[in-house]
């Protein structure tokens, strides 16, 4: 049985409705490819992850830094041929940092219906 390759916009949507749901690793195990990129802004101590293991590690390690969750959310992405952005609203204790707050804009590149990217600015 052939299956079908996801749009640019049925990813964005199934990506956005995974992480409504809380479910961002599970989501990155469904849409993500092997050989996709993240990348944090300069300021950040965070390093960018190549493929999927270390993207999912680091998806891993932020989760388990969530002492306390206190609100966010994510917005209807926007699409533009192979790229959506979605704004995410984020409000938690971090551990060894106290309550974080914080908007940011998601950017994810999508090739063969699969997140190739992703880079996020806040």
């Given at each position: 049985?052939?299956?079908?390759?996801?749009?640019?916009?049925?990813?964005?949507?199934?990506?956005?409705?995974?992480?409504?749901?809380?479910?961002?690793?599970?989501?990155?195990?469904?849409?993500?490819?092997?050989?996709?990129?993240?990348?944090?802004?300069?300021?950040?101590?965070?390093?960018?992850?190549i493929g999927?293991?270390?993207?999912?590690?680091?998806?891993?390690?932020?989760?388990?830094?969530?002492?306390?969750?206190?609100?966010?959310?994510?917005?209807?992405?926007?699409?533009?041929?192979?790229?959506?952005?979605?704004?995410?609203?984020?409000?938690?204790?971090?551990?060894?940092?106290?309550?974080?707050?914080?908007?940011?804009?998601?950017?994810?590149?999508?090739?063969?219906?699969?997140?190739?990217?992703?880079?996020?600015?806040?």
């Open positions: 049985m052939a299956t079908s390759t996801l749009t640019t916009q049925e990813v964005a949507t199934r990506l956005v409705e995974l992480c409504r749901k809380g479910q961002v690793l599970e989501a990155q195990e469904e849409l993500f490819a092997d050989e996709v990129t993240s990348y944090e802004p300069a300021h950040s101590p965070t390093p960018p992850a999927k293991d270390a993207v999912m590690a680091k998806g891993r390690h932020f989760a388990a830094s969530i002492e306390k969750r206190h609100g966010g959310s994510f917005e209807d992405p926007i699409v533009a041929g192979n790229y959506f952005s979605f704004v995410c609203k984020f409000d938690a204790d971090l551990k060894g940092m106290g309550r974080v707050v914080w908007d940011e804009i998601c950017v994810l590149g999508v090739k063969d219906g699969k997140i190739i990217s992703e880079q996020f600015f806040y």
